[in-house]
């Protein structure tokens, strides 16, 4: 497995694999891996000739007050993971090699899919996130590129902004992988304790009542957010930063649930800030 850090050295060694035939996947990752992570380089093994995955901790996608320097890294550990999966190559590459001094461009998607949901409780996100991913497709030359349901409006972003802007690959979903009681898995997990991980399970927990009253035939976006609402302020450390239900498309206003629909939710238990959601589909 190769490690790059250098963005030359990544993009001479796409090339080269792109020159010999081979089919590239790329898996972007902010490292700490899980089994959420796995599962796409799985994915990406399975589908494509030969797989990359970038770890890379943007720091254009976080606000000024948010976790940038305490997001968990362990690069020892996620090598091991990542080598023991058959990846042919890691890009790692340093802030200031993806940000040299006086770096000034940014790719943003205007309208309702960004400014919406995390595009409104975090300003900026969407614009570091959607830049970032333009550059790592730009250094690592992908056929088809690895995004977790898990971070639904961040999947329905970039799809827009490949359909939009004409990059010549595909945005493959994986689905959400879950911890065995239900808790989406994220690399934030970790900063939460015991209390907090306990009671974080309204998230997955509310989304599956929502689940079983939609498939009930409940189709009144208002009904099924009160009753989110109402599971979710049931747990004394849960702080609701929103509990929305669009279009699962463009993130459009709907008043009454067709397919597909996204119920999306963040929560904040102490300083941490979990998301979980449920698209509804025929
Ligand atoms: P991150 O390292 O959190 O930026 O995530 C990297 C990629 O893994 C993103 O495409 C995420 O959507 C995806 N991902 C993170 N957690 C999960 C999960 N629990 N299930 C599926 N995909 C996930």
Redesign the pocket.
Known sequence: MRVINSVKEMQQWSQEQRRSGNRLGL???????????L??VRLARADCDKVIVS?F??PMQFGPNEDLEDYPRDLKRDLTLLEAEGVDAVFNPEPAEMYPDGFSSAVTIEGEIAQKLCGSSRPGHFRGVTTVVCKLFNICLPDKA???????Q??MVLEKMVRELNFPLEIIR?????EEDGL?????NTYLNEEQRQQALVLSRSLNAAQAAIEGGERDPAKIKALLWEYIEASPLAEVDYIEIYDGEELRDINTIECPALIALAVRFGKTRLIDNLLVEG
């Open positions: 898996v972007p990752t902010m490292g700490f891996l899980h089994q959420g992570h599962s796409l770890i901790v943007n690895y995004f977790g349901q898990k971070d639904a961040q999947v994986g689905p959400i992988v879950r989406a898995m994220s690399s934030r």
